[in-house]
C-alpha cells in the first residue's frame, strides 16, 4: 500500500488561491484590493491569528498575488508558465508544514504558526495554485466579459463557463447585441 498524505485543507488552498490571485481586480475601486486596509482585512482576518497585523499582512502578499496572478493568467491562456514564474512559485512553495487534527479531529496539514503569516499565506495560495493546475488546468479560465478579468474554476457539467458571474455574462450579451445594432443600423 502506497503512502498518502491526505490534505482536507485542499478545496479551501484551491479557492484561497483563486480569491487571492483576484484580489487584483480592474472591475473593483480600488483595483488592488490588498492595498485598501480595510478589505484587505476582511479578506485575511479569517486566516490570521488574532494579534497578526492583516492589513500589513496584505500590502507584504501582493508581490505574490502578482507571480500567482500571472501563472493563473497563462494557464487559463493555455500558456506554460515561463521558467522564472516556475521558480518563484517553486521558492513560494517552501513552508514548514506539519501534521495535525483540525478543530474537527480530522487529520491535516498545517503550516507551523510560527512562520510569518506571509509566508504561510504565500505556501498556502501555491499549493493551492498547483493543486488546480495538476487536477484539471484547462478548467482554469477568465472571464470573457471585459473589463472583468475574474479568475475562476469551471466547475460546470459541460465545462464551457466563460464567465465569472451572471452579471457579467449579461454585460458581454447587452455589449455583443448593442454592436450588432450599430454595424446593421
Ligand atoms: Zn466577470
Known amino acids: 500500500m502506497k503512502i498518502l498524505l491526505t490534505l482536507n485543507s485542499l478545496e479551501e488552498a484551491m479557492s484561497f488561491a483563486i480569491d487571492l490571485a ?13 492595498a485598501d486596509a480595510e478589505i484587505a482585512t476582511e479578506f485575511l482576518r479569517p486566516l490570521l491569528e488574532d494579534e497578526e497585523d492583516a492589513a500589513r499582512i496584505g500590502r507584504d502578499l501582493r508581490p505574490h498575488r502578482d507571480i500567482l496572478r500571472k ?14 514564474t516556475r521558480q518563484r512559485l517553486e521558492t513560494a512553495l517552501e513552508s514548514d508544514w506539519k501534521l495535525g487534527q483540525d478543530d474537527e479531529g480530522k487529520v491535516a496539514v498545517f503550516p507551523r504558526q510560527k512562520q510569518s503569516a506571509v509566508k504561510r499565506l504565500v505556501s ?62
Request: hydrophobic content about 30%; some cysteine; aromatic content about 8%.
Open 71 to 84: 501563472a493563473f493568467l497563462d494557464l487559463a491562456a493555455g500558456l506554460e508558465n515561463d521558467q522564472s
Open 22 to 34: 483576484n484580489t487584483h481586480d480592474p472591475m473593483r475601486d480600488p483595483v488592488d484590493s490588498l
Open 124 to 185: 498556502w495560495s501555491t499549493l493551492g495554485f498547483f493543486a488546480l493546475k495538476q487536477g484539471a488546468p484547462e478548467r482554469l479560465r477568465v472571464c470573457q466579459s471585459a473589463p472583468c478579468e475574474e479568475i475562476f474554476h469551471d466547475k460546470t457539467k459541460a465545462g464551457r463557463q466563460r464567465f465569472c458571474s451572471k452579471r457579467c455574462g449579461t454585460r458581454f450579451n447587452v455589449a455583443q447585441y448593442r454592436s450588432r445594432e450599430r454595424d446593421t443600423g
